[in-house]
């Protein structure tokens, strides 16, 4: 089976190295598999570009899409998404606060039927630890609030999804090749149009606990960004109405 993992990228250059190499141990610990790694580098000004190149000539798995302009995180995740080839699909953010091992759990959720597997800092279990500063969790508790008012998005067991916006998020090919070429959303909501259609669809969501740790500063504003949520959220409700 061959898994793809796409990893957008802007000004990255600090951290991107690292998050690689990691992934590239990761792929040699599950021989089964096959993988490819495309990062999708989002106009960076920085050397994000040439440190990715400098790897890709040391692991074939590697390959670079470069955005001449910065267009965004949704933007920049279904370019690579719809380049990639895997039978299952996924992505991960650049700075690696999810870790890559906590793939390993996604591939088995999968390989038990489900379709769509996000992690989650949300849902707690006894084996994973979240790191996060307190305004990114009042943050996630206002955009849910906004999320249950106005859209009921829910897993395969019908309950409601608790954190939409963790960048840890896997699909099988069907349903990445589905939906991502309907992706209208530009802000920070894609993520809520994704599942919002998977949900839709009636694909098999699996909410998944996963170790989190924050990596940077937010730049999350607690004044204007609750209201751009909020805006986010009805445009989709009203693009997608049945």
């Known amino acids: 089976m061959l898994i793809s993992i796409v990893i957008p990228a802007y000004n990255e250059a600090a951290c991107i190295q690292g998050h ?10 599950l021989p089964e598999h096959r993988f490819e790694i495309l990062v999708v580098d989002d106009g960076s000004k920085d050397a ?6 400098s790897l890709a000539e040391r692991f074939n798995e590697m390959r670079l899409l470069k955005l001449e302009q910065n267009a965004g995180k949704s933007e920049a995740v279904k370019k690579g998404i719809l380049a990639a080839q895997g039978d299952i699909v996924g992505f991960t953010d650049a700075d690696a606060a999810t870790p890559i091992g906590e793939l390993s759990k996604v591939l088995q959720n999968m390989a038990s039927g489900y379709e769509v597997v996000i992690g989650s800092r949300a849902r707690r279990s006894k084996d994973t630890v979240l790191k996060a500063k307190f305004h990114r969790r009042l ?17 395969a067991e019908g309950r409601t999804l608790k954190d939409t916006q963790c960048g840890f998020k896997w699909f099988t090919r069907e349903v990445a090749q589905n939906i991502f070429p309907k992706l209208l959303t530009k802000g920070f909501a894609f993520d809520v ?10 694909y ?3 909410e998944m606990p996963v170790n989190w740790a924050d990596r940077r500063d937010s730049r999350v504003s607690l004044l204007s960004d609750p209201l751009k949520m909020l805006w986010q959220i009805i445009i989709i409700r009203f693009k997608h109405a049945n």
Do not use: P, W, Y
Request: charged share 30%.
């Open 20 to 29: 690689l190499e990691d992934i590239m141990r990761f792929t040699k610990t």
């Open 48 to 53: 994000t570009a040439q440190r990715v190149l």
């Open 139 to 155: 943050m996630g508790r206002v955009f849910n609030a906004f999320l249950k008012g106005i859209l009921q998005i829910r897993d």
């Open 193 to 202: 149009e994704v599942l919002f259609m998977a949900h839709q669809r009636k």
């Open 204 to 206: 098999r969501i699996l």
